[in-house]
């Protein structure tokens, strides 16, 4: 299938995707950059609410549309892409937060697929740190994680988890994972 070249890195804050996706990208891979951390600072530069400590449905609106337009763009790319989360990634916020999941966001995770085999950071205490944008504490970021296993499993999905290893490492474990593929 054409969204098998699509794959994805989850996993909940802080446990080094943001890190890993610019890595892949030196390294010469496709990636999609956490589309979430954009509606972030385009709201706080409009001095909009549509923000996950301020409106969470708002946010998370905001979220599914730009995940659904990355996966759109990754697949009219017609390259292999790591994408910095997913649309089911959408779905995984609104359950962390206990808030319902609107049934166009469902349909959107369930209509808009990636390779079946999700790799997933794993909550890592040593590297975990908040910055303006990730206001979440380790505990969070933890449960997040548990989550987001929960959530991609429901949607069908394999999950391999990346190991705790420096960030070459995790670079060669993705393209070696992708070119198993």
Known sequence: ????????????????????????????????????????REQLTIGGQALPWADREGFAEAMVGREVAA?????????????????????GFLRVCRLPVPSPIDVAARTCRYNPRIFIAPFWAE??????????????????F????????????DLVELPRLPVADRVRFVRESIAAA
Do not use: C, N, W
């Open 1 to 40: 299938m054409d969204t098998d070249r699509l794959h994805v890195l989850t996993g909940g804050p802080g446990s080094g995707k943001t890190t890993l996706i610019e890595a892949l990208a030196r390294a010469g891979v496709a990636t999609s950059p956490e589309v979430g951390r954009a509606v972030i």
């Open 71 to 91: 996966h759109q763009a990754a697949l009219a790319s017609g390259a292999v892409t790591v994408l910095d989360r997913g649309v089911p990634d959408v779905v």
């Open 127 to 144: 590297i975990f740190t908040g910055d303006a944008e990730r206001k979440q504490t380790p505990e969070e970021a933890e449960a997040t």
């Open 146 to 157: 548990a989550v987001m296993v929960e959530t991609y499993r429901d949607y069908g999905y």
